[in-house]
């Protein structure tokens, strides 16, 4: 029944289509190894690099605010976390050099580089990492995913100057991972004592590049820092970035986003689509980063709260009446691979089960008589006490792109045949959340990126169905089982990485064998640049691509 | 018919003409401002939440009270409605809830560009629409039947795809034009031509049609019969004749150019207000989608305003009315 968690290997950036020798060893190890991330070609320096992004421009630039991916795309360039992940998922130095956690676990003690400057001149010291804690928890900072991965934070100590000491609430596992994110990024106190408006425009960090100007709804300008001294600890280089300075774009419409990078318009684009991606395979000059998101994998949740998917019968019946594969390998182009797993693939501690989501109509079918659901209406839909057997999907066309709405449909087809119904119905971003905080649904998608497996205690524990303020609630599925929730809040407090792996691990398989998700693929995150672009990689926390190595060989 | 006596008598009139468009204007804006403060509530979607960084936010108890109460958002509707109402009589459109700037000074950062797009479409419309209604007049059955196909075909073409042709023709294969806005008048070419072509099919055939009803009208017999020739006829008499419908649709095409400008700005990446409009909606930016509202609505009233003075000059016949 076991299959072990799966090997880094799924890390790897993919270049598809027919790339120069060079620039394949370039990509395929650039996030493997960076430290042989080097060609025959030494790196020049100079030039402004143009990059477009398909993803929502953010309203504040500093990612305290809110905290969501827009803003950690770009803010990844100017601001820097404390600790990175290399590409096994161990937790490296970035600004901080040391961390350790005190033996009840109540407390985790960290020290920071002794010679690095906020751009603003601002020393990087203990009180600087206190000042950024205080302003994360901050009410009026109204930081959404920053508060959150500090929730079991209640205070901070200062050691010494470059010493500080966070203490806990209770053990926290996955405090180094929340650390990581480039929402709990560290700026200058200076910086963050301006007005809120000020912050948002021009957020002071320690990172390779300054932010110079926002236009809005055009683009944003960074221009390099000359005396940026801290790169992560899996860098290429050391010094200063090679890029003079980058432009930002904002192209929210995928096929002008890709014919702005086919005419030189820009060197690269992200959110590329399935079809953007296969038509690139057959372009010698663009080539393709595939970084999927950590966290959750992109699944259906299936809503256990209420009939017809209280009860389990049904939800399995219907896990197996979904042709996924099919619809993946003819909507995706095969860029995206199938998972079964409730977390990403590059989750170290993912655990995936193939054998449960196989498509078999025949045994959804035979599961669904089993359930009662034995009668059949002039549409040939099961019924059950006069009642049609019939699914909303509401769906997100803000968060599901083309293909992944059409596959939505082909499951749509394949359920009709063997008698369920589904409506889909295609919402706007708040007008989803409306009918999620309604409860009128029975089956719905929604992504989430966080660092680690404790994600999945935010979405499958059962505190997750408690609606927070705004009516918005994480565990969509509804799972409410008290064997995995106790098996979830161990794990969050269990700091010893055998038993915290095999905690993650039993509780995966409840979740999957449950039948409360049906995984689809990882979180899609496609990058494609010029050849030109070289050193090109995607941090291994949240996915997004650092420009700090990137040189341009024109 | 009879003229107004003097001076004073045409300016009377002109004054009563100006004060039915003013409030006709006051009402429109009122109108605009009244719907959309109501109609956005009905959508499901918490104003504090699209402060807090969009829906679906995980924003705390606390930074929602915080909002609400920094953006008044906890009182009634009905003086938040009243609250609103009295800010904009005061010129004070409020602050934008998702960029956190006064919403004037964004609208006057996205005002131009959409101007400048919508009348060099405007423009290149009218020119397209006079040529073709000219040569199908001057060259006979054929040069009509291809000049009505392309009426046709241009008003029935949605801008999308126009704009996804146009950048696959001229920015791919051809490589003579950026595919994207770039800051340069050669970025303005395909966004105005893909604004310009479905509207210039509209008023093609409009003027066309009466240009071809003024070439057999009594008038420009007689002016054959002074032997003008057939240049003549068409450049002294049946262009102003054609023009004046034109003039009469072209209010209402400057509001079609502004929401068109909502899909030519999003895929051509330019800043203006269609794109600001989009942007705010999916945000619920009630601030920011009340400005442009009233901006568009503004600009609306203005134009038709003038194109109501420019028929009149150029019609004797509706001046007396």
Known sequence: ?554 | MTRPAGIGGRLAAAARWLLAKALGAAFVLWAVTTLIFFGIRMIPGDPAEAILGGPGSQASAEALAQVRAEYGLDQPLVVQYFAQLGRLVQGDLGNSYSLRMPVSSLLGEQLPATLTLALLSLVLAWVVALGLATWSTLSGRSASLVSSGLEIVGAAVPHFWLASVLILLFSINLGWLPPVNTGSAEGLILPVVTLALPLAGFLGQVMRESMLTATTSPFALSARARSETEGGVLFRHSLRHAAIPGIALSGWAFGSLISGAVVVETIFARPGLGRTLLNAVTLRDIPLVTGVALVSALAYVLVMALSDLAERIADPRVRGS
Request: glycine share 6%; net charge negative.
């Open chain 1, 1 to 554: 029944m076991s299959t072990p968690p799966r090997p880094a290997r799924a890390r790897f950036s993919t270049a598809v289509g027919a790339v120069s020798v060079a620039a394949l060893l370039l990509t395929g190890c650039s996030t493997a190894e960076p430290e042989s991330n080097q060609t025959s070609q030494t790196p020049v320096s100079g030039g402004n690099l143009v990059y477009a992004t398909g993803d929502a421009e953010p309203t504040c630039l500093d990612p305290h605010v809110g905290g969501n991916y827009p803003q950690a795309l770009v803010s990844t360039q100017y601001l820097e976390p404390l600790v990175s992940l290399n590409d096994d998922g161990k937790i490296i130095p970035w600004l901080a050099t040391d961390w350790e956690e005190a033996d009840d676990g109540l407390s985790w003690t960290i020290t920071v580089h002794d010679d690095v400057q906020f751009t603003d001149g601002t020393p990087l010291n203990a009180e600087a990492v206190r000042a950024n804690i205080e302003h994360l928890k901050d009410p009026e900072t109204a930081s959404s995913t920053g508060f959150l991965a500090l929730e079991k934070v209640t205070g901070t100590e200062i050691v010494d100057e470059y010493t500080i000491r966070l203490n806990l609430r209770e053990p926290d596992s996955a405090l180094m991972e929340s650390l990581s994110q480039p929402w709990l990024a560290i700026q200058s106190p200076t910086a963050l004592e301006r007005s809120k408006a000020e912050n948002c425009e021009s957020p002071v960090g320690t990172g390779p590049f300054i932010v110079d100007e926002w236009v809005k709804q055009n683009s944003i300008t960074l221009v390099r820092n000359e005396d940026y001294n801290s790169p992560p600890a899996d860098a290429g280089h050391k010094g200063p970035a090679y890029l003079e300075s980058i432009t930002w774009r904002f192209i929210p419409e995928s096929a002008s986003r890709y014919a702005a990078l086919q005419a030189g318009e820009v060197d690269v684009i992200d959110n590329a689509q399935p079809d953007t991606i296969a038509a690139a395979g057959k372009n010698d000059s663009i080539e393709h980063l595939n970084a999927p998101r950590p966290g959750a994998s992109n699944r259906i949740e299936l809503n256990s709260s209420k009939p017809p998917f209280n009860d389990p019968l049904v939800r399995e019946a219907f896990a197996h009446s979904a042709n996924v594969d099919a619809g993946i390998s003819s909507l995706f182009f095969d860029t995206a691979e199938r998972s079964y797993s409730p977390l990403s693939s590059v989750e170290e501690l993912g655990y995936e089960d193939p054998k449960l989501f196989t498509y078999d109509p025949e045994e959804a079918n035979r599961l669904l008589d089993k359930a009662g659901w034995d009668q059949r209406d002039a549409q040939g839909y099961r019924v059950k006490d006069g009642k049609r057997l019939s699914l909303e999907f509401p769906v997100s066309t803000n968060q599901s792109i083309p293909a992944e709405v059409s596959l939505f449909e082909q499951i749509q087809a394949t359920a009709k045949e063997v008698g369920i119904e589904i409506n889909l119905n295609l919402l706007d971003l708040s007008s989803w959340y409306g009918a999620l905080a309604q409860n009128n649904y029975d089956l719905v998608s929604a992504p989430y990126t966080k660092v680690g497996p404790d994600v999945l205690r935010i979405l499958y524990h059962s505190d997750g169905i408690v609606p927070a303020p705004s009516g918005y609630f994480a565990n969509l599925a509804q799972v409410d089982n008290p064997e995995l929730d106790k098996l979830l809040t161990q794990a969050s407090r269990e700091t010893d990485p055998e038993r915290r792996a095999a905690l993650y691990e039993e509780a995966q398989k409840l979740i999957l064998e449950g039948y409360y998700i049906l995984p689809l693929y990882d979180q899609q995150n496609h990058f494609l640049y010029r050849s030109s672009v070289e050193g090109l990689r995607a941090l291994p926390t949240v996915s997004t691509p650092t420009f700090y190595d990137v040189w341009l060989n024109r």
